[in-house]
């Protein structure tokens, strides 16, 4: 089996109670704003790069958040993630109006923290870890997929 790596910095953007989600065209899975640390970037570059690409707009990236390690496959490749979070605020987005993707094979949109399990907010682990930071958690935190099997809504 071939196996690929992905080192990805994430953004939990949070509006009055409303994460801001990103989707692929033509997949059922969501994931949060951001993407692929480049070699020799920090992670928080990376996130604001990665928002401005996505999103065109400017972001401040703030506090550290956590970490979930997960593994899913794609055509039968195993692929293993590391994702670091971290908490980002900007003034050029509204909670009631869905941003406008400056990237074709992506939307975005908004969702309460009681919905991430109905938009398949993947890696899982942060839909609980999201509900706890969005309800006044302060705890930096870490999660791990890797030591459990692989569910159909990591596969396509």
Known sequence: MNQNFHHLARGIIVMENKVLLAQ???Y???????????FGESAKEALKR???EELGINCE???????VEHKWEKKGKLNCEI?????VS??????????????EHLTFF?????ELDKHNLQPYPFRELIS????????????????FPIDQSNRN
Request: no cysteine; proline share 6%; glycine share 10%.
């Open 110 to 114: 908004w969702s309460t923290w009681k």
């Open 61 to 67: 990236v703030g506090n550290f958040l956590g970490l």
């Open 28 to 38: 059922s899975n969501t994931f949060l704003p951001g993407g692929h640390i480049e």
């Open 24 to 26: 692929a065209k033509g």
């Open 50 to 52: 990665e928002i401005e």
């Open 83 to 87: 994702n670091q979070a971290f908490a």
């Open 90 to 103: 900007t003034r050029n987005l509204q909670p009631n109006i869905n941003p406008e993707s400056m990237e």
């Open 132 to 147: 706890n930071y969005i309800q006044g958690s302060s705890s930096v935190w870490w999660e791990s997929t890797l030591p």
